[in-house]
């Protein structure tokens, strides 16, 4: 989960969305296991560095500076709060570069490079600003996060089925 809002809130919503379990693995900054588990965006950028531009097979990539702390921080991390536009980038960019299939949700103006540089971008239709839905692959029409569940499910088929057909 990457968000604009403060690591305390975060962590909140986080656990009441399962996607951190109990309050005492949970600590932001916890030496060992778990110390990246929760974050704020400027910890993660001053970790891995901001992205450089670097020519790789003779093409022009973005790539993490410091792409072991990325990975280190990519193994644990569950919670990136207080994180900007350019935090939600770098996380998706160093993903990708690590062959990780990346889709990123968004509403807002704010996520529209982080929609744009994933595998597949994810905008609310109804309180996504047009900026998130110009930049996304799929609008959700109903804003509902179990929608893209469901899209998943009916995409997975769909594909099943052609590669059945050919």
């Known amino acids: 989960m990457v968000t604009g809002d403060n690591i305390e809130t975060a962590m909140a919503i986080a656990k009441e969305a399962g996607i951190l379990l109990s309050s005492s693995e949970n600590k932001p900054g916890k030496a060992g296991q778990g110390r990246y588990r929760c974050m704020t965006g400027a910890e993660f950028r001053g970790l891995v560095g901001e992205l450089k531009k670097d020519i790789v097979n003779g093409e022009v990539k973005e790539v993490i500076p410091n792409l072991h702390a990325f990975r280190d921080i990519a193994k644990e ?3 990136l709060a207080r994180s900007t536009p350019l935090d939600k980038y770098i996380l998706v ?3 990708r570069n690590e062959g990780n299939v990346v889709a990123v949700t968004g509403d807002g103006t704010n996520d529209a490079p982080a929609l ?3 595998d597949v971008g994810f905008a609310m239709g109804i309180t996504g600003t047009d900026v998130a839905k110009h930049a996304c692959d799929i609008i959700v029409m109903d804003d509902n996060f179990a929608s893209i569940v469901k899209a998943c499910m009916w995409g997975r088929n ?4 052609i590669r059945k057909f050919l």
């Open 116 to 118: 744009k540089k994933a």
């Open 77 to 79: 991390l569950r919670v």
């Open 158 to 161: 769909i594909y099943d089925n």
């Open 93 to 95: 960019t160093g993903l």
